[in-house]
């Protein structure tokens, strides 16, 4: 049966490709992003992939424009099932060369976004008891990384957010779900249009995901809401790991290799969009799409997103295996015999 999902931040990037996925299943999907060129665009893919689209003009950074594209999303679409947090923008640059004023809208989008959205969402969500919330979080909500503070400092905000909340559902018997999808370095448009003072163009960390990687992965925590958490990618699995163990040496190695690791040959140029205080489709005309610069080398699969929603499986079969290998060892060693 169709859903109703909004999905924030759909103009481009995970969001474009997230609201292409919900589409080619026949939802309804309420579009929410600033960009009127990107969200014409997203509106024409979710109607030639067989959704339905509502394009709602929306800044995430207010609350008030959240809330009434909610009740607009309600009005036109249905009741809403699935609220998707996935908006936006950032600032590349070390820690002393970002102004207050950019700080705090990087906040305001990349955090209170996701908190306002969660707050329209609830608004219509609770009295039903029923629908899903996907907060789009990243490997760097536990690990933060050099030339990032902004983003790393509001991914991390997101993640207490989301624990927090998450517990409070629970406490009070909820069937409104919440959990979140931390994802790895994916090819998306924001490294053509991000606010920065780098002497060379942004990249993102290797190794670099297509932003269809991030797309399934949400898709499927909507549909299976009750994980806190889903890990996409391999490299944000190695990484989430080795911070929990060496963050200490993480560190080190991040001041060694994060400031060339994420700059490419190209210089940055005056004339590059920045979408940081306006969309930069705006400024160009121009619709981004979901993919940015670095399809060449972007990885369309990868393991670790399969491995992370059969954990329960493959935890049986380590047990099984486990459970097979102790009885054939202590028939060996009744019969005599010592195992191999």
């Known amino acids: 049966m169709p859903q109703v999902v909004v999905v924030t931040g759909a103009s481009a990037g995970v969001g474009r490709a997230v609201a292409r996925s919900f589409a080619r299943r026949g939802d309804r999907i309420g579009l929410l992003a600033r960009g009127a060129e990107g969200l014409s665009a997203a509106a024409e893919d979710v109607r030639r992939d067989g959704g339905t689209p509502l394009a709602v003009p929306t800044d995430v950074a207010d609350a008030g424009q959240l809330a009434d594209?909610?009740?607009?999303?309600?009005?036109?679409?249905?009741?809403?099932?699935?609220?998707?947090?996935?908006?936006?923008?950032?600032?590349?640059?070390?820690?002393?060369?970002?102004?207050?004023?950019e700080y705090r809208r990087v906040t305001e989008v990349d955090y209170l976004g996701f908190v306002y959205g969660t707050m329209a969402a609830l608004r219509h969500m609770k009295p039903r008891d029923h629908g899903t919330i996907v907060h789009v979080g990243s490997a760097l909500a536990y690990r933060g990384?050099?030339?990032?503070?902004?983003?790393?400092?509001?991914?991390?905000?997101?993640?207490?957010?989301?624990?927090?909340?998450?517990?409070?559902?629970?406490?009070?018997?909820?069937?409104?779900?919440?959990?979140?999808?931390?994802?790895?370095?994916?090819?998306?448009?924001?490294?053509?249009?991000?606010?920065?003072?780098?002497?060379?163009?942004?990249?993102?960390?290797?190794?670099?995901?297509?932003?269809?990687?991030?797309?399934r992965a949400v898709l499927h925590a909507a549909d299976h809401p009750r994980r806190r958490e889903y890990w996409v990618g391999s490299s944000t699995a190695v990484t989430l790991l080795l911070n929990a163990v060496?963050?200490?040496?993480?560190?080190?190695?991040?001041?060694?290799?994060?400031?060339?690791?994420?700059?490419?040959?190209?210089?940055?140029?005056?004339?590059?969009?920045?979408?940081?205080?306006?969309?930069?489709?705006?400024?160009?005309?121009?619709?981004?799409?979901?993919?940015?610069?670095?399809?060449?080398?972007?990885?369309?699969?990868?393991?670790?997103?399969?491995?992370?929603?059969?954990?329960?499986?493959?935890?049986?079969?380590?047990?099984?295996?486990?459970?097979?290998?102790?009885?054939?060892?202590?028939?060996?060693?009744?019969?005599g015999r010592h195992p191999a």
């Not at 997101?158 to 998450?166: K, M």
């Not at 489709?281 to 997103?305: I, K, M, N």
Request: proline share 9%.
């Open 69 to 101: 594209a909610a009740e607009r999303v309600e009005r036109e679409l249905g009741p809403i099932d699935v609220w998707v947090n996935v908006a936006m923008t950032t600032v590349f640059a070390p820690f002393e060369r970002i102004e207050p004023e």
């Open 145 to 215: 990384i050099p030339l990032q503070s902004a983003y790393c400092g509001a991914k991390h905000a997101v993640q207490g957010f989301h624990e927090s909340l998450r517990c409070e559902l629970l406490h009070e018997g909820s069937k409104v779900r919440v959990t979140m999808v931390q994802m790895p370095g994916l090819n998306t448009p924001q490294f053509s249009w991000v606010r920065s003072r780098l002497p060379r163009r942004a990249q993102p960390v290797p190794p670099i995901y297509q932003p269809e990687v991030a797309a």
């Open 246 to 335: 060496v963050p200490g040496l993480l560190d080190r190695y991040l001041a060694r290799t994060g400031f060339a690791g994420q700059q490419t040959e190209q210089p940055q140029r005056d004339s590059d969009p920045e979408n940081l205080w306006q969309p930069a489709d705006g400024r160009s005309g121009h619709d981004f799409g979901a993919h940015g610069r670095f399809d060449d080398e972007a990885r369309s699969t990868d393991p670790q997103p399969w491995l992370s929603r059969h954990h329960g499986v493959l935890a049986t079969a380590a047990a099984t295996a486990a459970g097979v290998c102790g009885v054939v060892a202590a028939r060996q060693l009744r019969g």
